[in-house]
């Protein structure tokens, strides 16, 4: 197997996904990451998305090549590309931050722990994520 891979991009709802859109989109997600050994989090603000997948990457390419396709968004660029130390969201087949629905739990809370500087820009990005989306919150659905 080849070393750990991350891939992290952003795009633009084609139309608001309501709670039961999203959840179907998180046990699908979930389903398809969990047989390619992927891991990552999902940030949905009603009308952007930013993901960010972890894992081998023959399994990163399959995955982001049928997202790339998805219907439900466009516009989709992506940020960041290559190689990691280590996954940031090993726990998880997909976390999900969901402004929409607003539970207890904040992203603060679920903080990875920062090794690198490529650790740190990712918890840059998804603060600067929520803080533009408002109120968002973790939703704990693993």
Known sequence: MAGLHHLIYQSTAVLPLS???LSRLLIQSRTH???AGVTGMLLYDGSRFLQVLEGPPDSIDAIFGRIRF???HTEVEVLANGPVAQRQFGNWSMGLVNHI???VIGIDDVQPTLLTVQDAGLCMLLHDFQ???GNARLQTLF
């Open 33 to 35: 990451n969990d047989e």
């Open 101 to 103: 629905e607003s539970p």
């Open 19 to 21: 709670g039961a859109e």
């Open 131 to 133: 803080r533009h989306a």
């Open 70 to 72: 998805d219907c439900r």
